[in-house]
């Protein structure tokens, strides 16, 4: 991971009575460095929409040439992840926490 890598720690549920506010939040993240470290270790609980904002997120920073890495996985996210076999897509280790 590149030294200039920002980094963005989601505390909150990515669910849907979310996902506009975090929409804004992840694309305003992404824009403002060419490289994005995403903490979802504290991720209490990520539904569809949830899922949809990482792989929309995931598409922006191929497409603007940035690189985004999941730096941490909370269980409910990589539970996700693995249920919809996309855990490759986004090409980062899963890190759990003690707690899981």
């Given amino acids: 991971m590149p030294e200039s890598a920002a980094r963005l720690a989601l505390l909150e549920e990515m669910t849907i009575y979310q996902a506009q506010a975090q929409k804004a939040q992840l694309l ?4 403002a460095t060419e490289a994005l470290d995403l903490d979802l270790a504290a991720v209490p609980e990520i539904d569809t929409a949830g899922l949809q904002l990482l792989l929309l997120l995931k598409r922006e920073a191929l497409q603007q040439g940035k690189q985004l890495t999941i730096v941490g996985h909370s ?3 990589q539970r996700v992840l693995d249920f919809c076999h996309l855990a ?3 090409g980062d280790p899963m890190l759990i926490s003690a707690q899981g």
């Fill in 28 to 31: 305003a993240a992404l824009e």
């Fill in 75 to 77: 269980p409910n996210v």
């Fill in 88 to 90: 490759s897509v986004f």
